[in-house]
């Protein structure tokens, strides 16, 4: 693909400008996924971790701070826990201050042999003992994962800046790691800690591979304290691993970029970028370093491409919660609210196959909340007066960007990260826009991401807000999920950036959305042509079904397709089409497009098992009863083949009007299953 038009980055300058002059600064970020090339393992298709996923991993990391962050910290942080899942998932996160330079000098002795075992006690006292102001002891651990492994454990908390240790009198029977995997640090048997005192422990394991440290939960400047003790004490060997939580605060005065276990991906959340210029910079690096180390934004099925199955989140936000651009303005958030609401092409056009009330990134109007719920919610917030209103929008705004069963993750425009005290990261002040897929080009990306961003500077003017929901009806899933309908509303978001001076080159959508709907058959005879594009369809959802792990799971039937119909008016007027035996008759309005839906295979659990799977699809060309030619098409990737052709005779007139009758006054979806 060739680069971005010039255009974009005259934009982006504008867009930038225009913040500006309303005294605005509006941060982005992203959390685009890579596979491998050779996805090889549950982790990359189903499952959130497994033996290959934490290795790439480490090797992507090297490979960023090699190219962006030299000198950065590499730590290995407990992530999200889930039910059925033993262990919190792993989030790798690297590490660096505000101006992109190391937090602190760290020893670089590539090749150096670990500590001994009287070596890393010595050190991990000399450490304790700086802090404290006394000797200390640290506790001997054993591991019965593996015997061979030194562990030992070192209580250690600082309150209000003065740091003590805690005497942790354990009898020996009990001095053992749990039987989970992980770092030790996530294995002590705190159930046995003295009662009252803070759990934090300062926890140091040794075996043959090397060492490494597991840093006790605390707040950044005493964190700061002990990783430059920790760095200055251990210059004779460098740790093969740092694990620990990060603090509360440390997206305010770090520069963090993590790279977490997600089901069938990889996923890099990226670091707060204050610009899309530096977000698109981002966006290009991990396309090389990922290429690299054998990671891409993609995968091959058959013939084509598609995205990684995972997202390409992209969140918006402010510097900090002191200067937030979306807390004093609630109209202008109410204002992006609907004009999302408005464009389908903005929750369906860049998202992956899955859309719809039973996806991961569900309309506001296909989700829990009632219209009247919505509307009420707008209009109160539209009204408040000025002031900091966080709590209000966080409040208001949060049940009822939720799916059909409450999860408030789970939402076109997420805001379970905006205002939320109820989950330990949901105060962030995020706007989360997840109807989002990973791309083939991180061009491709950039260029979504700077749609949005000047869309939403767009709706800073109050004369260009929508005032009201639109109400879509039936048509939401049907006409609006096809390819044509796709992007002639993009084209009219286009023009109202262009209308605002905020232009934007359509040619990489174009690109997008060929490639995101790609063409099953194309047929052409004189001013007759006839074109089949792959659609969208939402998959229904399914009951609860048991698991292993005694959880339960909610499955979508995904064995059902669409696909749409486009017929120039010359074929319409002299050629019919034949679909499984049955005539499909155009509707009357030559502007509306014709779909199909019919299921590709049969699944278990799934809707309707009893009814047949419609696949291999016969489709026949037909001049009056003549055949003209015969497409057979067994799977999406490689598109209807053709079987038999006809030359056509002469044009003859055209069928009596009758003929041409259309199912309804609307788009026409046909359902092979009725």
């Given amino acids: 693909m060739p680069p971005l038009p010039a ?10 400008e225009r913040l500006g002059q309303a005294g605005i600064r509006l941060t982005m970020g992203g959390e685009p996924t890579l596979v491998p090339i050779d996805p090889q393992g549950a982790e990359w298709s189903v499952a959130a971790d497994g033996p290959t996923k934490l290795p790439v991993a480490r090797a992507l990391a090297a490979e960023l701070q090699r190219r962006a962050w030299p000198g950065s910290l590499l730590l290995f942080c407990p992530g999200k826990r889930y039910d059925g899942e033993v262990n919190p998932r792993w989030a790798l996160r690297l590490i660096t201050g505000r101006d992109g330079q190391p937090l602190l000098p760290w020893p670089d002795r590539p090749g150096a042999p670990p500590p001994t075992a009287s070596e890393a006690l010595a050190l ?73 005192a803070l759990r934090q422990v300062l926890t140091l394991e040794l075996d043959p591979q090397g060492w490494g440290l597991f840093l006790p939960p605390l707040e950044r400047q005493p964190l700061e304290q002990l990783l430059g003790l920790v760095s200055a004490r251990s210059q004779l060997w460098r740790p093969a691993e740092l694990s620990g939580l990060l603090p509360v605060d440390a997206g305010e005065h770090w520069r963090v970029l993590g790279l977490t276990a997600d089901p069938g991906v990889l ?55 002191e200067h937030h651009p979306f ?10 609210l609907r004009y999302w609401q408005h464009h389908p092409c903005l929750a369906y056009l860049f998202s992956g196959r899955s859309v719809g009330p039973a996806s991961q990134a569900p309309r506001p109007d296909e989700g829990s909340a009632a219209w009247l719920d919505l509307e009420l919610a707008h209009r109160t917030l539209a009204a408040l007066p000025a002031g900091d209103q966080r709590v209000a929008i966080g409040e208001t705004l949060r049940h009822l960007h939720a799916d059909r069963s409450g999860n408030t993750h789970r939402s076109e425009i997420s805001l379970d990260k905006f205002w939320n005290p109820a989950w330990t990261a949901g105060c962030q002040g995020l706007l989360e826009f997840r109807a989002l897929e990973s791309m083939p080009d991180h061009r491709w990306s950039s260029a979504v991401a700077l749609l949005f961003r000047a869309l939403v500077v767009r709706l800073l003017d109050a004369e260009l807000r929508p005032s009201g929901l639109r109400p879509w009806g039936d048509q939401l899933h049907d006409r609006a999920l096809l390819p044509s309908q796709l992007w002639t509303d993009l084209e009219q978001v286009l023009a109202d950036l262009a209308a605002a001076g905020l232009p934007l080159d359509p ?59 486009i017929g120039s008016a010359a074929l319409r007027q002299r050629y019919g089409l034949r679909l499984q035996g049955r005539e499909l008759r155009w509707p009357t309005d030559p502007e509306q497009p014709l779909a199909v839906r019919y299921r590709q295979e049969a699944l278990f659990p799934c809707l309707h098992p009893c009814l047949p799977v419609h696949v291999p699809l016969s489709l026949e060309l037909l001049e009056g009863e003549r055949p003209l030619a015969h497409w057979r098409l067994q799977s999406e990737s490689t598109g209807f083949e053709l079987l038999t052709a006809t030359a056509p005779e002469p044009a003859a007139a055209p069928p009596p009007a009758a003929a041409l009758q259309a199912a309804g006054e609307h788009c026409s979806t046909v359902d092979l299953r009725l």
């Fill in 267 to 321: 996923e890099i959340n990226l670091p707060v970028c204050h610009s899309w210029q530096e977000y698109a910079g981002w966006m290009a690096l991990l396309e090389q370093a990922g290429a690299a180390v054998g990671l891409r934004s993609w995968k091959q099925q058959g013939e084509r491409t598609e995205g990684t199955g995972g997202g390409n989140h992209l969140l918006l936000g402010g510097p900090n919660l």
């Fill in 327 to 336: 807390f004093s303005r609630p109209a202008w958030m109410v204002a992006v």
């Fill in 507 to 565: 040619e990489p959508f174009q690109a997008i959305w060929a490639w995101r709907f790609p063409e099953l058959l194309h047929w052409q005879q004189g001013e007759a042509e006839l074109s089949i594009r792959q659609a969208l369809e939402p998959w229904p959802l399914l009951c609860d079904t048991p698991v292993e792990g005694g959880s339960t799971s909610r499955f979508v039937d995904s064995s059902l397709r669409r696909v749409e119909l």
């Fill in 124 to 196: 991990l006292q000399a450490i304790g003992t700086a802090l404290v102001g006394d000797p200390v002891q640290p506790l001997p651990l054993r591991d019965p994962l593996a015997p061979e492994r030194r562990v030992w454990a070192l209580p250690l908390s600082c309150e209000q800046g003065r740091w003590h240790s805690v005497q942790w009198a354990l009898a020996d029977e009990l001095r053992q790691l749990s039987g989970a995997p992980g770092p030790a640090g996530l294995r002590l048997p705190l159930e046995h800690f003295p009662e009252g």
């Fill in 7 to 16: 255009a974009f980055h005259s934009t982006a300058a504008a867009v930038e």
